[in-house]
């Protein structure tokens, strides 16, 4: 019987994937109609963003935001680790289509907020290796590597938008213009439609 995650694993999880990304700020934004302190909620989610889009674009492709849209990291620096994934033909395609949809969610909040450069990510085996030593309580062996096969990238895929998912329903009821609340309800639809997907693929 496979092991599941229980729910301290899921708060483990979740506290290591923001531990990918550093909190990074900017005060500025460009929607006058958005408040100061929606600026805060809407751009903490960039982090996320770039390391799910980062992540499936390197996953996919073997490169990511630098050539797909060279405008979004503003020069941040280039990702550590990212590679392109042993994916079957199908499977690639979806992942593809997951990053394109990164990039959409990146270019939304910087429409409607300054947001801030691409922060240095670790897209490493090791790094998620780590993250999902800590789920199951012990040191796998051999080592978790999510670039290895399909079933692996989409594990590792599934902890990050669950992420995401969960971060933009903790700030959805804070938000207090209407611009703010329209984007972020699209972004958490989109992010459950995600979500969903994922056990489907996998079965």
């Known amino acids: ?20 990304v550093p909190s990074t700020y900017s005060p500025c934004h460009k929607n006058s109609n958005v408040t100061k302190s929606d600026v805060n909620w809407l751009e903490f989610p960039i982090n ?3 390391l799910e889009g980062e992540f ?3 996953g996919a492709l073997g490169h990511g935001l630098d050539l797909v849209a060279p405008e979004l990291p503003e020069g941040g620096p ?8 042993n994916l079957d033909d199908f499977t690639q395609d979806v992942i593809l289509q997951f990053g394109f949809q990164e990039v959409g969610h990146l270019k939304a909040i910087k429409n409607t907020v ?11 085996a090791s790094s998620f290796a780590k ?10 062996e051999p080592p978790f590597d999510p670039y290895a096969n399909s ?7 599934y902890l990050i938008p669950y992420v995401g998912l969960t971060g933009y329903v903790g700030a959805n009821p804070n938000l207090q213009s209407a611009v703010s609340k329209r984007l972020v309800a699209g972004l958490l639809g989109v992010a459950s439609g995600l979500r969903c997907y994922h056990p489907r ?3």
């Open 131 to 140: 993250t999902i030593n800590h789920a199951f309580g012990k040191p796998l």
């Open 78 to 85: 280039t990702p550590i680790g990212g590679k392109k994934a």
């Open 56 to 58: 499936f674009l390197y």
């Open 151 to 157: 079933i692996n990238y989409f594990i590792a895929s």
């Open 48 to 50: 996320l963003e770039y």
């Open 201 to 203: 693929i996998a079965i």
């Open 114 to 124: 300054k947001g801030f450069p691409r922060p240095q990510l670790d897209l490493s």
């Open 1 to 20: 019987m496979a092991p599941s995650f229980s729910f301290a694993a899921i708060v483990v999880i979740s506290s290591l994937v923001f531990s990918l």
